[in-house]
Structure formats: C-alpha cells, structure tokens
C-alpha cells in the first residue's frame, strides 16, 4: 500500500465519496446482485447533505492517494461498522484493510458488528468476523442478501496491526 493516507472523514469529503460509494456498488458488487437490486441499494440521485451528515456522528475515515479518496468507513460507537467502501480501481491493495484497522483501533467497543454483502463477506471472513445470521433486507421496494457478522475485540491482537491515522 503505497501513499495511502488515513484520516478523519470531513464535510467536504460528501460528494466525492458518495460518487465513490455509487461507482464501486455498482461495478465491484455486479457479480453479486441484480441492476434492480443494485440501483435500490446504491440510487444515482442522493441527497449530498443527508450523505454528508450520516458521517457526522460515527467514527468516519477516509483513504486517500495523491489526494484522491479511494475508499472510506465509518463506525458508531457501539462497533456497527456501518460502511465500508473502496474505490473499483483501488479493489486489493489493503486499502479496506487499513480502513478496518484505523475503525476497530478507535471505538472502543466490545466486538464489532456489520452487515456484509454477498460480495465482502469473504473480506470479513478473514479478519476473523463470524456469520451470525443470512438476512434479507427491504431498500427500496427491493430485497438484497447480505450477512450480520460479528467480531470479538481483543486489543492484544489488534497492536501487531497497528495504523497511523491523522
């Protein structure tokens, strides 16, 4: 992973991961879903402030190469980890890895919970989160797959992976 940098979410970072989060749904999670299912998870017509305010009260990061966002997250601090995307040029590099650490290394929670998609579920399989139940959820008119995932936190493991954030 060379020049990533991992820093807080801000305000102005709205728009451009939002175009991120439309893009990468609707390319890198294809093989997964339906158009129909991925324009109901990921609509090209957002409201940018909504998007924008979403951020505002979780633990947000942002990934970002020669000042370019290629991939955010974001956390609340019961250890939902709410989101979790990166950009479909930047799939493989660590990226989402390093976005994972920096959220697990700041809320202190308990565990970790997420909701993964069909497509990241082996993503979250690695880092040692469990399935605890398939779901079928409503966006939209539309029923999507995905999968709650947990994960127990244990901060002895996690300072081997330490990452530097600003």
């Given amino acids: 992973m060379q020049n990533i940098q991992i820093r807080k979410f ?15 749904v609707h390319t890198i999670n294809r093989k997964d879903y ?8 990921a ?5 940018l402030e909504a998007w924008t305010d979403s951020f505002q009260s979780h633990t947000a990061f942002v990934a ?18 709410d989101r979790l995307y990166v950009h479909r040029d930047f799939q493989g590099k660590g990226i989402a890895s390093a976005l994972c650490d920096a959220l697990e290394q700041a809320v202190p929670a308990k565990g970790f919970l997420t909701h993964a998609s069909l ?11 469990r399935v605890l139940k398939e779901q079928r ?22 300072a081997s992976g330490q990452v530097s954030f600003s």
């Fill in 43 to 47: 609509p090209k017509e957002r409201d």
């Fill in 64 to 81: 970002e190469m020669e000042g370019r966002i290629v991939g955010f997250g974001d956390m609340d601090e019961t250890g939902y980890l």
């Fill in 119 to 129: 497509t990241a579920y082996s993503f979250f399989q690695r880092r040692g989160y």
């Fill in 137 to 158: 959820v409503i966006r939209h008119g539309v029923s999507l797959t995905n999968f709650v995932m947990e994960k127990k936190n244990c901060p002895e493991t996690m």
């Fill in 34 to 41: 339906t158009e129909e299912q991925l324009d109901a998870w």
């Fill in 10 to 24: 801000a305000p102005e970072d709205g728009p451009s991961s939002a175009r991120l989060f439309y893009d990468t």
